[in-house]
């Protein structure tokens, strides 16, 4: 018999699009959760398009969409939202990334869908957060980045702030996503709450992570800089040439580690000096430090470097490449690599699941859908399996009143379906040129950088 999964059974409406929402409703998936991803008929997600396609697909689709299930809605008409409010009534969980009161102005925003669902918990992800001064303001990750106060810190002195390579400001708000709704998920079951709002600023979910940058403003007026490789403050911790033009990352900035690194290296004088033996006084004279290290890994190459350090259990470690990762024993005995079978039939390694836990560890359950691919059944039949009821059954009088109430509320007639399934069938219709047009775009976009800010209005609402 399978073990459940920890989330089994939590329902989970996704309505956001591209990264961070769809990232968080990715890890809910992960573990077990039914997730429901609403894509606009037509192109679906933008996400379909971005990066390298395989058939047509962004093979970054497979690892985003994973078991989820996709369901063609046109938020903008009647029809689609009364179908949104239908499932709301019954999820656990809706999800969605998009422009702050763009909800509000399709009747799906905070109080009209807690009315119909009081136990719902909303994930609320945007630049700025629901509230304040630039909640208004449409927001990226790479400025949740910059305002966060991460790019000010990435790069070479003097130089051009640089990003990081990924999409890190959306995931990371992403992450604090997933544990604002597990924990409202937990207040609603182990104390008998509602349903409740948990709303995730990008700008915000990087802030949470640098570190002392803040109270070292405020009590010495320091203004952190870019630093390169290095961790200014504590030392040694860099990146080092080797003899073979590549790279090793030593962290040397534990006491004990200190000196098992100085006598690895040949500098039994460094490991005994008093002065070096705290990380304040080794901050002092880092540079010195970095010089003495670096000058003898020149002199080996990054493969004997580690083994060597490895041997003297000082931590180090070469730079990934994909090729590395793919190949990893380290990531293969842990299941990081996975091998999948794509919706195009063909193979294709994905990242596996994290975290590893114990007695239910999550589970790659179905590829990432088609287009449109779960539509019929979700609209058709009951979308989730009914939830055990919370109270004594109602009479046959009770249960005709609150369906014709339900009825009411969603804003559904008897042609609701009907009315749907041809303006579903109108715009698929469309899929072929809209696809043609955002793969122009894409070309343009990696063509053209500077094109960015000019065609941005061209793609589908996001934050």
């Known amino acids: 018999m399978t073990t459940p999964l920890p989330l089994q059974g939590v329902k ?11 990232f968080a409703a990715k890890t809910l998936g992960d573990f077990g959760a039914d997730v429901i991803k609403v894509e606009p008929p ?3 997600d933008p996400l379909r398009q971005w990066r390298l396609l395989r058939n047509g697909t962004s093979v970054w689709w497979e690892v985003q969409s994973r078991n989820k299930r996709s369901v063609c809605l046109d938020l903008r008409t009647p029809e689609g939202q009364a179908a949104v409010r239908q499932l709301a009534t019954e999820a656990d969980v809706l999800i969605e990334n998009f422009k702050p009161g763009t909800l509000e102005q399709w009747g799906l925003g905070w109080d009209a869908l807690h009315a119909l669902n009081p136990k719902l918990v909303m994930l609320r992800l945007s630049g700025y957060g629901q509230t304040g001064p630039y909640a208004h303001k449409p927001g990226f990750g790479i400025l949740g980045e910059a305002m966060g106060g991460l790019r000010h810190l990435t790069g070479e002195p003097g130089r051009v702030p640089v ?6 400001g959306d995931s990371i708000a992403a992450l604090h996503g997933v544990i604002g709704v597990l924990m409202a998920l937990y207040h609603r079951t182990a104390h008998g709450g509602q349903g409740q709002v948990v709303d995730v600023a990008l700008y915000e979910s990087v802030f949470n992570l640098m570190e002392s940058l803040l109270p070292e403003y405020d009590a010495f007026g320091t203004v952190r800089e870019r630093a390169g490789s290095a961790l200014p403050g504590i030392a040694p911790s860099n990146a080092y040439r080797c003899a073979d033009g590549g790279y090793v990352l030593i962290g040397g900035n534990g006491d004990s580690i200190f000196k098992r690194l100085m006598h690895a290296i040949g500098r039994a004088d460094l490991a005994d000096d008093p002065d070096l033996a705290r990380n304040d006084g080794r901050a002092r004279r880092a540079s010195e430090l970095d010089q003495a290290i670096e000058a003898w890994t020149l002199q080996h190459t990054v493969d004997d470097t580690v083994r060597h350090l490895d041997a003297a259990s000082v931590p180090a470690g070469r730079i990934y490449t994909a090729a590395d990762i793919a190949h990893d024993p380290q990531y293969l005995a842990r299941e990081m690599v996975l091998q999948t079978t794509a919706r195009d039939g063909q193979p294709l390694k994905v990242p596996g699941i994290v975290p590893k836990l114990g007695a239910t560890p ?10 449109g691919e779960h539509t019929q059944d979700v609209l058709q039949a009951q979308a989730w399996p009914a939830r055990a009821p919370e109270t004594p059954p109602m009479t046959d009088t009770a249960t005709e009143d609150r369906l014709v109430n339900l009825e009411i509320k969603t804003g559904l007639s ?12 109108r715009q698929q219709l469309q899929i072929e040129r809209l696809q043609q047009e955002v793969a122009r775009l894409t070309h343009r976009l990696e063509d053209q950088p500077g094109t960015f800010h000019s065609l941005r209005d061209e793609l589908p609402p996001h934050y």
């Open 12 to 22: 989970v409406l996704e309505l956001g699009q591209l990264i961070a929402g769809p």
């Open 362 to 371: 999550g589970r790659l359950q179905h590829p990432a859908p088609q287009l």
């Open 414 to 425: 008897d042609d609701w379906l009907e009315r749907l399934n041809e303006q579903v069938y």
């Open 163 to 168: 990003r990081t390579g990924v999409s890190i």
């Open 42 to 44: 037509g192109g679906g």
